[in-house]
């Protein structure tokens, strides 16, 4: 590939981000398309619609950047959750590092491979790409140790800079879990495989288990149901009621069903005989409450939550092994309860080790039949194979523009639209998996996701082709470095384009928000739909944009001194990527659940990873090209790298995981002091509920989830709280009708 | 190798054997050599000695084999603990497993090898080993589905054992915490890396830190000392007051020395004034303790031990993450008071992972460095290549017999000699990683020595040679199947010498206690010593029987199907071993420390490994042998296998690494009801103990340690109790004097 086809590429991109920027800053104006791009300030505020049509809205502008820029980390805060200050976090790291790599390399490096060989240069934007890159040095130049230098800087800083962000996250992270008001789920445990007895139920079990061990700190539990059956079991239940209470007394209002039955199956003191017409209405209701409990007590599952008086209390027993058997009684600590991922919680817990097992081998077997997109697309690139296999191609792909357009910008599309179909798959895999968070769920697929975008962009590109040539590859560890090392500078092109077209497009795809624009217009003009006031907004999509910003961050340091010429596309990528990723936090993205920051270890991990990488295949350069004082200097930055990431890992690494006595404990007693105890332990009681009611609540949908018909889970307003009594909390649904 | 080298090697196995077991059970009657063959019976009670010369005492006899065979396991784990009876248990697993293997192969497999291609086969003593192995069946056999089965079998029969295994000895070790009596260590913990800080001790900081986050369970603590300076100070302090008292009274008892000095840094509130003299030594006695306390109180560690009021207690602070930064205040469970590994304790902490990651580089250089005698040994068994290199040896060789005697023996003595040289080595590379108990130290000794050999015996042999060639066994992960599969029935010939020389030869030496005899005798009849009546024995080295039972077992598995000749060997080994490391266990070592079984996760472990090893290595035979069927249902064991082993991993581990919450309140609630628990705090006061104070104490040997100098603990006799205060017992040396 030539500089010119090169530039043809970024002309084309860059043509297009403005292109659909300048659309952008026209259509968020446009009333219409508020729940597209506010659904964030939907969701928190009643913002005005102004539905004039003036100039001023059908006028570009860049606003929204100035806007975005301005929002302060507090604010974002506030807005998105830790683990949205933690993704730009990412992108401020990302963009410190590369720019000094960006200096080091294009002022020190760059030259030096450009006038590495005694060669005659042409008009540069005709002069291949290769000439910028490592391999235009001839063999055993004296010149390497400044490649070695620009390695020694780049790690150096980049350590640096991983080392505080680590420690700064780390800070946010305690201060994020002292600061936010009291949270239900550091009271609360899961319990899982609660042994079966044929004398007592699951939740008498419970009862003992916990009344006997930890009397002292024990408060209440609540057992999770097996989803399906109850769900079926409510349904017919609430139909029946309102075929009845229709025929008892037309006057009953509608509204009060969905309520009604709320309050049976989660329990409570409310008095509701208020709302019954007359004494048929007393004999059902009692028929019927006396059916859910028999029926749901026989479909009690083995798990359960248990909640204590102080998070200490709930800390050790989560952490502490409870049984002489590992099997039983096997503690948690519960996620959030919007957090928790119901639909997997009554899954018996022996299952779960087999589960993951499986699913390694099925994300396996699915990474290697990626490779059939894959092979095509390394076929574009090399023309010439294209084509010998199609001969009518030929004579199309003579003009030149045709040509670049090929080898430079299509296949990297095509990549790409394969790439759309993985989270989705992984996001499966994670839910079959057995995650019993929503959070924990995205994470575990981010890491799937990661590992995939890493082999199948990366490593396949490089070792290109096909499935044989790559076990090939991995069955000969030795020479891995020395194969990395020819393929680097070689793909390099290929992974400039990727930078342009996958990097610059999915930032300009991300902020269009193509498909909501798309299916908000379908509804609002063709179907003629209103506009739903609870429009629910999507939740940051962490598990597809974390492993693209690492991928960018892996391409970054393993070209930086092989093939200066990506690190000015990629600080361009990462700068549009800051402004357009805090836009869309601000405005689109609703937080509906936090993590505390959790994904900072993997992009620490992953981070270590790239470092490792790029100064292993640095060493097969410099073996390649004759350097063993180059090569000798690398190995000691080799090992220091990994010193300090098992420093990290030993420093940093446990806060990410548990939460230590010492904060726990001085947040109880500043509770007590404050008296609000009491107060805690009430909301508790009603903060996890498996089963929304309402047909409304059914269809409410969750954007990560297919299962969104029996995840759902809702707090209940002031005026529904159940019982206090924590033996009633125990048993929902013997609900008292005083 | 032929079948008659072969016998030869076994004679004169067979023949050193009985001639050794006779000698012993000679040597064992004479009253000089009891302290060599009966420490463990020294140290328990006074046995008789008959010094009358009687003929039945010259005569051998096997009545200590049917003395060893009598004992039932609840006597041994009396004796030995149950470390001993887990270690036995490996034997007795062994036993059954190669049972099972020895008849299925022998019966199936060895005929089927033997007339496996159409040959004329010769008169069995001069026929080769290798018409035994596997290498002997023809390509495309129709047979090797009978070798698949017996793996079936093996595999099959081999889990099933472990499981069992498992089970009991997890059983057994629940009973075993439970059974025993009030351990110190359940109540204490050890707390490392206490930060510094300049207004306060790191004593007070350890009881302010404490006394805030856990109050209600903190019992006190005791700070760890810098053992050099605070030994020579007492050294010093010992030495002048002897002196000092010898001037003002010649008359003081010597005796009393030694037990005041215990009193002054051990603390205690005991009244000494009796024993002095006169007013001058009151003066001196001031003067000496507030020097000793000013000094040491300048040696304080940020380590300490802090015990608390219940077993549960101590548990919870072990495992939860204390302090916000996991660097400070690292709590783990305390060892038992004679397995703490005093000298360790006073390592910072953050020296730790560093020691740990130079100690793990140091390993794999020393294994890579030990292939010189091995590449040695290779060269003998190849007996052409010796006399290629040394053309005068020429001669000597064509002699039959020498020539049997060097192919056939030679090669395993050398090997065995250069492998004594082995768990010293790892011994000094676990102390130096810093592990704060004795058994842990141990534990880690015996892993290293177990890869160490596995290594460097099995594979290195195999793999055959120099460095090079190993690395690029390596470099090829694909072909080790394919090259193991060549090796193994090759090599087998060398195995089953190995078993006869390194094992049967082993055993006895074992059992005569070569070393100890010939000091023994050295220090009586030459230096004319009179024995040591506080003689201390020695304590069971499973850092080098494990590694090697394992290690038997690991050739046993591998071979079986490929070279089945050797396992009645094998078999011969297990049982001469079960009855000798039975007598040892009853006889002669000494059980200081107990780690409750927890080699058994390690003896799991290996044998799963053997298993997959075996099947790898069948795998590629079945390759080799062009039976895809065979291959194809290996592939399936081998994975159940793997499951097998995550299962146990879930089931069992934690039992072996943590206490369960449910068992600990259950034997605190046990001591309440019995009043126990006052006198249980009142012991654990006096429990831990940094220095042993006469210099008899200082000079009473450890075994298994080269710093038994610092690293001496022992029990208080009942009428030197420290102080009862429990702030007393934090300063030992501020002792009261009423």
Redesign the interface.
Known sequence: MKVSALLTSAGINIGLCVLLLSLYSVLRKQPANVSVYFGQKLARENIKRNEFICLKRLVPSPSWILKALETSEDEILEIGGLDAVVFLRILVFSIRIFSIAAIICVLLVLPLNYYGKEMRHKYIPSESLDVFTISNVKEGSKWLWVHCLALYIITCSACVLLYFEYNKIAKMR?AHITGSPANPSHFSIVVRSIPWSSEESYSDSVRRFFTN?HASSYLTHQMVYRSGTIKKLMNDTEKTYSVLSHRSSGSLDQNCRPSILRRITCGGATNFSHLLPNQLMHVLEKFILSCVDFCIRKKECAAAFVFFKTRYAA???S?????????L?VTDLAPEPHDVYWSNLWIPYWQL??RR?AILFAAILFMFLFLVPVTFVQGLSQLEQLQQMFPFLKGILRKTFVSQLVTGYLPSVILQLFLYLVPPTMMLFSAVEGSISRSGRKRSACCKVLYFTIWNVFFVNLLSGSIISQ?NA??????IPMQLAKAVPRQATFFITYVLTSGWTSLSSEIMQLYALVSNWFNKFILGKKEDPSYSALSFPYHTEVPKVLLFGLLGFTCSVLAPLILPFLLVYFLLGYVVYRNQIVNVYVSKYETGGQIWPIVHNTTIFSLVLTQIIALGVFGIKHSPIASGFTIPLLICTL?FN??CR??????FK??????L?EMDRQDEKCGRTEEIHRQLLSAYCQFSLTLNDLLCKDDDSNHSGDANCMHYPEDMKPGEESTQMSEPWTASKD
């Open positions: 305690l061990y800390v050790v027993v952490q502490v092994l409870q049984s002489s058997n590992p099997m009684w080790w087999f097992i076990l991995i069955s000969r560890p030795k020479d010193l098992e420093y030993k420093r940093f690494g446990p806060i548990m939460f230590s006595a010492e904060v404990i």
